[in-house]
């Protein structure tokens, strides 16, 4: 009995893993499975889609159903927002009014929905349901919504772009400049080294730099004769 006991537990271990529910001392086999995203982000104004997905054993027929309920940050109370059943039938009242679509196609095992104009009011839990009979048992997936100005990312990129094109262009340059000194720093060293001897070019430059300090003292020794000899005519 001990051994029965131990094995039944084992064996209760494992349902959750093969996708079966206890109801009321029975055991069923969840042959409708949902899949939705748990975490959404959007942006104030702009257009959310709330994906859900589910496959079932079953044909689809006219008695599926598909409810989407959404529940405000701290708060306990559920508000019913969208119902499928052969028709479409957004809510009619409410903060959603007006804005929630169908974006599914239930042939496709889509079941997902849209919300127009969203705004910071919209942040909350939204859960999707889908019954197909007799394929009815199944897990209930939530989604959290945030909901954000899209300023500040805005704002965030253009100071980034800003960076790029101001900031990376200037750190180039001084990149290479340095790595430009450091060349010209490393050849005068190689140069005074090895004894480094002056071009023809080189040479030439500072001859002519030469003959022409020459010329330049010479016109002045020769004006300062000039003016010499023009002081002794006057006497």
Not at 81 to 109: C, E, K, L, M, N
Not at 154 to 161: C, D, G, N, T, Y
Not at 200 to 229: F, K, N, W, Y
Request: aromatic content about 8%; some cysteine.
């Amino acid at each position: 009995m001990q051994q029965s006991g131990a094995g039944g537990g084992r064996g209760c271990a494992l349902l959750p893993l093969l996708g079966v529910l206890l109801f009321q001392g029975v055991y069923i086999a969840l042959s409708l499975e949902i899949k939705a995203d748990a975490h959404v982000r959007g942006y104030v104004g702009e257009k959310i889609k709330l994906k859900c997905t589910f496959r079932s054993t079953s044909s689809i027929t006219d008695k599926l159903t598909i409810d989407w309920t959404y529940r405000a940050p701290s708060s306990s109370r559920t508000e019913s927002i969208f119902h499928y059943q052969s028709f479409q039938y957004p809510t009619t009242a409410g903060t959603f009014r007006d804005r929630i679509s169908w974006a599914g196609d239930v042939y496709r095992g889509d079941a997902s929905i849209s919300i127009s104009n969203p705004t910071l009011k919209d942040n909350g839990t939204f859960s999707c349901a889908v019954k197909n009979p007799p394929d009815v048992h199944h897990n209930i997936p939530v989604t959290e919504l945030t909901v954000t100005e899209r300023g500040f990312g805005i704002m965030l990129s253009s100071v980034a772009l800003l960076s790029v094109l101001v900031f990376v262009p200037s750190a180039v340059v001084v990149v290479l400049l340095l790595v430009r000194m450091g060349r010209k720093s490393a050849g005068l060293k190689k140069r005074s080294k090895s004894g480094y001897k002056k071009s023809s070019i080189e040479v030439s430059d500072g001859t002519d730099r030469e003959e022409a300090d020459d010329c330049l003292a010479r016109l002045c020794v020769r004006c300062a004769e000039c003016l010499d000899s023009d002081y002794e005519e006057t006497y």
